[in-house]
Structure formats: structure tokens, C-alpha cells
């Protein structure tokens, strides 16, 4: 069982940044696949960024695709998504998600890949 908790979220201007850590309970977190998704207002939940289990491969979004980077450190069981030049678009409940380390997944971006999810911490981007 893996444990998910997300925090760094906040209120920002347009045009600023926020770094949002996922610190991960257990010790197979560097086992394990994460994702980031996020959830607007009267929207689906969406996904964001993914990134493989040694952090070689990563995947993003088109909406955010040259602004936001996922990362990772296994040494500290903890994954980061360091979000720049944000716009109020991105406005939502960011919410970090893990693989169980004993599955492979083909994608970042399906969310029913993901067994471990965090509660989530709010993203708000004022104009």
C-alpha cells in the first residue's frame, strides 16, 4: 500500500509559479509509476504529466507541454510538478497518483492505470 500526500498548492498571479510536491509513504515508491491529474470546476479530472519509475520518461499534456515539469527524487519518495508561467486555465484541485510497482502501465495518461491517489491540494490562479 502506498500513501499519497500532495501539498504546495496555493493562490498565485498569472504568469507565476508554484512547485507542488507528492510525498510517498512505503518503500516501493521507486517502484512505482506517478502521474499528476487535475480537476476544474464542473470538469472530468485531466491529466497533467507522468513520469516513469527511474524518472527517464515523461509524458505532458498539451496544455501545459513547455511549462510544467514532473520530476521525481526516490531517495526522498517524493515526486514534484514544478508548474510555470501559469494561467487561470489551470485553475483546479491537483491530485498526484501512483502505479502499484508490480504493473506496468502502456500510458500516463489513463486514470484507471493509477491504484494510489493523494487528496488532492488547490491550484489557484488569479488574472
Known amino acids: 500500500q502506498v500513501q499519497l500526500v500532495e501539498s504546495g498548492g496555493g493562490l498565485v498571479q498569472a504568469g507565476g509559479s508554484l512547485r507542488l510536491s507528492c510525498a510517498a509513504s512505503?518503500?516501493?515508491?521507486?517502484?512505482?509509476?506517478m502521474g499528476w491529474f487535475r480537476q476544474a470546476p464542473g470538469k472530468e479530472r485531466e491529466f497533467v504529466a507522468g513520469?516513469?519509475?527511474?524518472?527517464?520518461?515523461?509524458d505532458y499534456a498539451d496544455s501545459v507541454k513547455g511549462r510544467f515539469t514532473i520530476s521525481r527524487d526516490n531517495a526522498k519518495n517524493t515526486g514534484y510538478l514544478q508548474m510555470n508561467s501559469l494561467k487561470p486555465e489551470d485553475t483546479a484541485v491537483y491530485y498526484c497518483?501512483?502505479?502499484?510497482?508490480?504493473?506496468?502501465?502502456?500510458?500516463?495518461?489513463?486514470?484507471?492505470?493509477?491504484?494510489?491517489w493523494g487528496q488532492g491540494t488547490q491550484v489557484t490562479v488569479s488574472s
Open positions: 497518483a501512483a502505479v502499484n510497482p508490480l504493473r506496468a502501465i502502456a500510458t500516463f495518461r489513463v486514470q484507471t492505470a493509477y491504484d494510489y
Open positions: 513520469i516513469s519509475r527511474s524518472g527517464g520518461n515523461t
Open positions: 512505503g518503500r516501493t515508491f521507486s517502484s512505482s509509476a
